[in-house]
């Protein structure tokens, strides 16, 4: 790891990706806890992440006398300015929770988001019976007993058993740290008040992320969350307790990246339009992140999505065939900014090959229902569209159009195919059902419409990725 002198200390930090920083701030017990979420191409391949040891942790210089939280959030601080940050994503685990909130009161402008994975603010009610089982581990430390200690923080057999097996040394390093935690650590968060007078006073995009099989302590301190930070989205990793990424990390980083991906940085944006319900026009960003995972992750699974004349269709439903949708012209070699042109009705099928081209960083194309054959060889040709969702009914059409073409490579039927046609149920039967989005960026082209051809040929109009928010 790389080392930084920032606010009067050196600390160790290393970089992995690249795009739009994310600072990760680890816990109390498991320093290298964040070790598993960089391993994630999801969001490595679009993000910068800042991972970085605390004072007294590993290698970093030790911890002194006593360190505050507002220290902390100041050596944090430093560490992006020292990195040339002007301002980055956050994310905290546990007590490292507990530092990006306090960054984010002292250094609000270097807070661009923050993602909670269950802060231990403990002035909660419940917190007390946290602080209760400190001291007994306090005197279990303080009598030698330094394993027996670190039994009440590292959980069951089985967290242990993932700390062991993700963080390699994770369990021994834990307990070389002990003494930072119950010497400076302990008193820090004893002091440490976080209340409705602070909280309401952060004002960026939240996100708090709940393990299903968490304590109930985290689940109140949700509550509390939410009730003094009103922006806060929820999201839930079903099977996963405390140890959140390290139990779940493609999970995690998933609902990370699609946060992130909703709240992209901006500079100069102006606090009125930041209310406004636009996507902003630079920084990363994917429609289809957005409004189908969006929906997901604020529980809206099971809610209805599209209407059409064969019934209805949920977000749940919909994002799924658009993650196999995806899967299925990745898998025929449809690549970013390749077109896909759509023949399709007002049906599901129209959505889930819309939205999963776009989510894969591909061009869909929809195109008239209603056109004879040499039009659609006229569209295929300006369009170079490597593959094409065609219905039944227009397939014998588009077999005659695409005599006369040069580019397209596949033309995938929704219904039976014909020889050198691809079946859409097929390819979608054999895709997976989790989809990696591109890293679009939110100027990057979206979608393509063309003009009636009224006044002349039709012409293409090409939409960014923004363009979908309203």
Not at 37 to 62: C, K, T
Not at 424 to 432: H, I, S, T, V
Request: aromatic share 8%; net charge negative; hydrophobic share 40%.
């Amino acid at each position: 790891m790389e080392r930084a002198r920032v606010n009067g200390v050196e600390l160790e930090y290393e970089l992995k990706g690249a795009g739009e920083p994310v600072l990760l701030i680890h816990g109390s017990h498991i320093a290298g806890s964040f070790i598993p979420l960089l391993a994630q191409p999801s969001m490595s391949d679009g993000y910068m992440l800042i991972r970085y040891h605390r004072r007294g942790f590993y290698d970093s210089a030790p911890a002194t006398g006593p360190v505050s939280m507002s220290d902390q959030a100041a050596d944090a601080a430093a560490l992006l300015e020292h990195l040339g940050v002007e301002a980055s994503h956050v994310a905290g685990h546990s007590y490292g929770g507990a530092i990006a909130l306090q960054l984010a009161l002292d250094a609000p402008e270097r807070v661009h988001s923050l993602a909670l994975l269950e802060p231990a603010v403990l002035s909660v009610p419940r917190g007390k019976v946290v602080f209760e089982l400190i001291d007994v581990a306090k005197r279990l430390y303080d009598q030698g007993y330094w394993e027996a200690a670190e039994d009440f923080f590292l959980g069951t057999p089985k967290e242990r058993g993932d700390i062991a097996r993700s963080i390699p040394g994770g369990l021994d390093q834990a307990l070389r740290d002990m003494d930072t935690y119950f010497a400076v650590e302990v008193p820090a968060h004893q002091q440490w008040q976080f209340h409705a007078s602070e909280g309401t006073q952060i004002k960026c995009a939240t996100l708090y992320m709940l393990g299903g099989e968490s304590s109930p302590v985290y689940v109140e301190v949700h509550d509390h969350i939410r009730q003094w930070m009103p922006q806060t989205e929820t999201v839930v990793l079903p099977d996963a307790s405390h140890l959140l990424h390290i139990q779940e990390p493609a999970g995690a980083a998933v609902l990370l990246r699609n946060f992130f991906a909703r709240h992209p940085i901006t500079a100069g944006t102006a606090p009125d339009r930041q209310r406004r319900r636009t996507a902003r026009h630079t920084g990363q960003y994917n429609a289809a992140v957005d409004l189908l995972d969006g929906n997901l992750e604020r529980g809206l699974a099971e809610k209805e999505a599209i209407r059409t004349y064969s019934g209805s269709h949920t977000y749940g439903e919909v994002a799924r065939g658009a993650n196999r949708a995806g899967n299925a012209l990745r898998g025929l070699g449809v690549e970013m900014e390749n077109r896909v042109l759509l023949a399709l009705p007002d049906a599901a099928e129209f959505a889930i090959a819309f939205f999963g081209a776009i989510k894969i960083g591909a061009i869909p194309v929809p195109v008239n229902t209603n056109l004879q054959p040499l039009e659609y060889a006229d569209l295929l040709e300006d369009t170079r569209a490597k593959a094409a969702v065609v219905d039944p009914s227009l397939a014998p059409a588009f077999r005659r159009a695409r005599r006369g073409t040069t580019h397209l490579r596949h033309l995938v039927v929704v219904g039976e195919a014909e020889r050198d046609e691809l079946s859409l149920a097929e390819l979608m039967e054999d895709a997976e059902d989790d989809l990696s989005p591109a890293s679009t960026m939110s100027d990057d082209q979206c979608f393509w419409l063309y003009t009636s051809g009224t006044s002349g040929r039709p012409k293409g109009v090409t939409h960014m990725q923004h363009d979908m928010r309203f």
